[in-house]
């Protein structure tokens, strides 16, 4: 049960882009395409799985005192394989995400889940919570990259939905992922309110 | 001479590190309440930055690329980086008790600040020069710095302003940074 839980959570209560406010950067940066979102959404859950569980094994072994720096090691190993998988496999995938690729290392929400959960739980609630988590960003991404490649290219996964409109082309460019970002939280804030 | 002058307003208003290219958010709104903070919190990431380019850029030149292990490029640099940030730290806390105090968690999350490791990346990716690396390292912390102090200058003035209540914080703090990113827009046609 308490499994189950633990990958709810990271869908809903405790969404780390919605409610936590983290990995921002790569949110507003790649939601231009749905197909980005869930390709960054991909690449992201599989580093946190594979850092959860790493991290969570060697819990007892890693010294407190320089616990930061084993973790940064750790996550940075399976964003180079990753990005190593992802410019042999998915080539057009890779070009368009750039340089947001490595930048998953510095992605706040895999370390702190490292710091939060991983350290202290053992390696099966460990995935759940990787999973949970990695889950919960890819929805709160494609969420944010439907409204801006619908409003902004009048698409969706490349399909046209908006016929005879022409797009409004700022919402794929830079301003449009600050606007989008910043109603969509303040609307889930007003959710939030009625509900409690 | 001119490579250098089109390097630096590109960095600084064209591709604003913040506010067109996304990198660096976390401390850009979480900074960039007062005034103060946000001037050390740009002087921190200023220095980390272009020290971390410099270093950086000699590691893939003399390191990574004789020994063709261009691969280990993202572990390299982070570390680089996170001893960087430590360095830092410790000076900080050393000479400037209270500023080292008012950026708070944000000073280690430097280690973390994806502005840092992604200007080292494209300073690689485009083949730069060391004098163009400094350069281009340089004026994209200014243009981390100006946005940084532009966005707490507005905010210093939200405070005082009547916003609807679930549109508080974040979320109000990241509109503004659309309408500042508008503007810069504006500047695209300079070059």
New interface residues.
Partial sequence: MSLINEITKGIVRENPLFRLVLGCCPALAITTSVENGLGMGAAFTGVLVASNIAISALRNIIPESVRIPAYIVIIAAFVTMTDQLMHAFTPALYTSLGIFIPLIVVNCIILGRAEAFANRNPIIPSICDGLGMGAGYTLALVLVCSFREVLGAGTFLGHPVLPGSSPAILMILPPGGFITLGCLLGFLNKLQKKSA | MQEYFIIVISAILINNIV????????PF?GVSKKLSASLGMGGAVSFVLVVAGALTWAVQTYLLNPYHIG?????AF??II?SLVQFVEMVLKKYSPPLYKALGIYL??I????AV??VA??NI?KEYTLGKVLVHSLSHAAGFTLALLLMSGIRERLEDADI????QG??????T???M??AF?GFSGLI
Avoid: K
């Avoid at chain 2, 691969?71 to 572990?75: A, E």
């Fill in positions: 506010l067109s290219q996304f990198l660096g958010i976390c709104l691969y280990l490029q993202t572990i982070i570390l996170a280690p999350l280690t973390t600040n994806c490791l992604g990346i494209i990716q609807p209540e679930s549109m974040t979320p109000i703090a990241l509109v940074a659309a309408l990113s508008m827009l």
